[in-house]
């Protein structure tokens, strides 16, 4: 199973994106599903989870209040709505998921990931 993460762009402080990650074949339901990032030169880092089986979300200090992870049942999807967008924002974004917690999921290394997909590019200017 491949996921598959799109919504990625070039915008200014203050704009806005939605990333989205969709999973063909696998049932989000049982999973939880989230978002890492990778800046430039530097590790894989959390960005927020959701699980699906009991809706609940969790995110980096750094992106509360900003970015919001939601789920659609009919289509399988996980959302990245991010707002108020900054610089340091900018990386690549990911998505994976992982049979745990989203707090769990939250404190383990994007290499520890069931699956994991390819990455779609955020770049915030100043």
């Known amino acids: 199973v491949q996921l598959q993460a799109s919504g990625g762009g070039l915008v200014q402080a203050g704009d806005s994106l939605r990333l989205s990650c969709a999973a063909p074949?696998?049932?989000?339901?049982?999973?939880?599903v989230g978002w890492f990032r990778q800046a430039p030169g530097k590790e894989h880092r959390f960005v927020a989870a959701?699980?699906?089986?009991?809706?609940?979300?969790y995110y980096v200090d750094s992106v509360k209040g900003r970015f919001t992870i939601s789920t659609d049942n009919a289509s399988n999807a996980v959302y990245l709505q991010m707002n108020s967008l900054k610089p340091e924002d900018t990386a690549v974004y990911f998505c994976?998921?992982?049979?745990?917690?989203?707090?769990?999921?939250?404190?383990?290394?994007?290499?520890?990931?069931?699956?994991r997909g390819k990455g779609t590019q955020v770049t915030v200017s100043s």
């Open positions: 074949g696998l049932t989000f339901s049982t999973y939880s």
């Open positions: 959701i699980s699906r089986r009991v809706g609940i979300s």
């Open positions: 994976a998921a992982r049979r745990t917690s989203a707090q769990t999921m939250s404190r383990l290394p994007f290499d520890a990931m069931e699956y």
